[in-house]
């Protein structure tokens, strides 16, 4: 037996050694096959989301938004009606609706020792919570993105594209107005939003990812 090894091993040994005689065949891995994986230089979300931000993105939610008091009544009493006026959802599966909304109030509360700050804001004077502003750095969700209609998933080569796209737009008002604000003073100062959000079960205050936040001067 360990003859026949041998032999078989110096075979091999000199095959190598005559040209074209054996050919060493890299193992692929998840990266260098693609498996699973998006290939940077195909698709950059930062620059699609900024590409189509000015044209589309807001002229869009400014057109769809109504009052956040208004859709999110009318939103728990009828949201089917509610997401025909104000609202997306894909056609695809079961998703809830994600509604376009504009909201003028006064900041309340500020959350800012944490990268996922928030605002709480008032929209009636009665001191009571309208809803949860998004202000970063840090940001859930991609209602942005699921609140536009001509955002479509089959518009991409597969899901980790897709959900790349949705951080982008976060990522897009993180880097943007949102970076620029006195996070040091921000209770009691008026504020204007246009945003978006997904409706949820509960009685609970909307969470707003703002797409447009104006902030007024301090009290």
């Known amino acids: ?56 993105v807001i002229p869009y939610l400014a057109a769809k938004a109504g009052n956040l008091s208004d859709v999110v009544k009318l939103a728990r009493e009828n949201p089917e009606e509610a997401g025909q006026q104000f609202g997306y959802r894909a056609k695809d599966g079961n998703q ?38 998004q202000i970063g750095p840090a940001m859930r969700g991609t209602a942005l993105r699921d609140s536009l209609d001509f955002v ?14 949705g951080k982008a737009f976060n990522q897009y008002v993180a880097q943007g107005a949102l970076s620029k604000l006195p996070r040091d003073s921000l209770a009691g100062r008026k504020v204007k939003i246009l945003g978006a959000f997904t409706l949820e079960n509960g009685d609970q205050p909307p969470f707003l990812t703002p797409a447009q936040l104006d902030l007024g001067p301090a009290p």
């Open 152 to 165: 479509s998933f089959n518009d991409f080569k597969n899901q980790i594209d897709f959900a790349q796209f």
């Open 96 to 133: 809830p609706w994600t509604f376009a909304v504009k909201l003028e109030g006064r900041i309340l509360a500020a959350e800012t020792m944490s990268r996922a700050a928030t605002i709480s804001v008032d929209d009636g004077g009665d001191g009571k919570v309208a809803a949860i502003v």
């Open 1 to 56: 037996m360990i003859r026949r090894l041998l032999v078989v091993a110096a075979t091999l040994v000199l095959g190598c050694l005559v040209p074209g005689g054996c050919k060493i065949v890299k193992t692929p891995n998840a990266q260098s096959s693609g498996a699973g994986t998006s290939n940077p230089g195909d698709f950059d979300p930062n620059a699609r989301v900024a590409a189509v931000w000015d044209t589309k």
